[in-house]
């Protein structure tokens, strides 16, 4: 996957997400939301806000910053902003693998179906951690390979094709959880035939950090 393709395909899917997200993603989105247990004030993230249809059921009483590389994606958020008269919520139009943000800004990020669809999920993490202060919430929604040898296999033949579509099918989860040290908390599906996990992890300094102050 590269940005620039990537923007290309998404301000074409803009025209079909809200369908595709209603079907697909709005079970997990809302579970995941409720999970959070979100406190006054805190501030939120949302990496791949897409249509923005996630926005609103995000508490009143938090602060939301979404953040989308379409500009299609991102017309349709702020319509959805303005008839659901949300308040406290702002966008911005940006590369989610250079998030313009300065180090610990938020207290919960989500990714909901984007690691699959950046060209370095690897970096897309850091960034994430970079911009996650200690302790914050990372939420990740998203389609990873199956530990089926089978299905596994299927996934990584399929990959080409699924990525003429905007997304990459062949990710393995625990490969990237062992290459950016991400602490995970829980996971799971919603159902045992379920294609998609929630991913929840606790941004924690780096270990190479915590060994050089123990040196």
Known sequence: MQEKSTRTIYNIWAYFYDWLWLTIVHRRSTRATEQMHIRPGERILDVGVGT???????????????????????RKARRCILEKGLKGVYLTLGNALELPFEDNSF??????????????????IEETQRVTRPGGQIVIINHFRSSNRFFGLLEKWLCPVCQYLGWRSDLCLQELIEKTRLKVDFRYKLDQVDLFQIVFATNDPLPQDKETAAA
């Open 52 to 74: 923005g249809l996630g926005l609103p059921f995000y508490p009143s009483h938090a602060r939301v910053v979404g953040i989308d590389l379409s500009e299609g994606m991102l």
């Open 107 to 124: 207290d919960h990020v989500v990714l909901s179906h984007v690691v699959t669809v950046v060209s370095d999920p690897v970096k897309l």
